[in-house]
């Protein structure tokens, strides 16, 4: 009799026991769903907010570009005019620069290689200024675009004014599509962006398929 009692009194111990053990373990499942359920919404919570960090940058971009643009009376192909008869060569790039002191940069490269960033502003199309790039990474690449565009048919202004059908011109300058040299140009139009691809032999303007 007294060993049931002492069995029953063990056993009855080991339940008391193991259900603590129990409640501590569900206990500790709990509390560790809930730290994950925490930490997720935290790391939800910091991407929303550097999207919403991206997305500001963006707009804020955009404005200074229309701030840009609207600021800009003189066009791509008046800037890159006044930029050849201030510095003699050929015009490689020009680009409606947005970084609070907007002006047209072009970039034009004399007959003996060296290159100029030549400044144009944009509301009245005097020479601000022009400094010779001293960047010695002119390649063999940016010598045969060079090339290509100097003995072409459509030179960067003309370029620039057969892009202008599409929209206000922003960027043009000479890329490699492929193993082809072409001019490529950037135009606004009713706060749409789009890029360009015109032909340096025939002046024919494509929309940059690449970059949609």
Excluded: C
């Amino acid at each position: 009799m007294k060993r049931n009692i002492v069995i029953a009194t063990l056993t009855a111990a080991a339940l008391a026991t193991g259900g603590t053990v129990a409640a501590f373990a569900a206990g500790d499942d709990e509390a560790t769903a809930t730290q994950r359920q925490t930490n997720t919404s935290a790391e939800a919570a910091t991407d929303r907010d550097d999207a919403d960090d991206s997305a500001d940058d963006q707009d804020d971009d955009a404005t200074e570009g229309r701030r840009a643009l609207s600021d800009s009376r003189v066009t791509a192909a008046e800037a890159i005019a006044a930029a050849l008869k201030h510095t003699p060569g050929t015009a490689v790039s020009a680009d409606l620069d947005d970084d609070g002191a907007a002006a047209w940069e072009v970039t034009v490269v004399k007959g003996d290689g060296t290159e100029y960033d030549v400044r144009i502003a944009p509301d009245s199309g005097k020479v601000l200024g022009a400094q010779r790039d001293t960047d010695d990474d002119n390649d063999s690449d940016d010598r045969a675009e060079l090339a290509a565009v100097k003995g072409a048919q459509t030179d960067a202004r003309e370029a620039a004014l057969a892009a202008a059908a599409k929209g206000t011109v922003t960027e043009v300058g000479i890329d490699d599509d492929n193993g082809a040299v072409v001019w490529t140009a950037d135009t606004v139009k009713d706060g749409k962006r789009s890029e360009w691809k015109v032909a340096p032999d025939s002046g024919k303007v494509t929309q940059d398929r690449d970059e949609d």
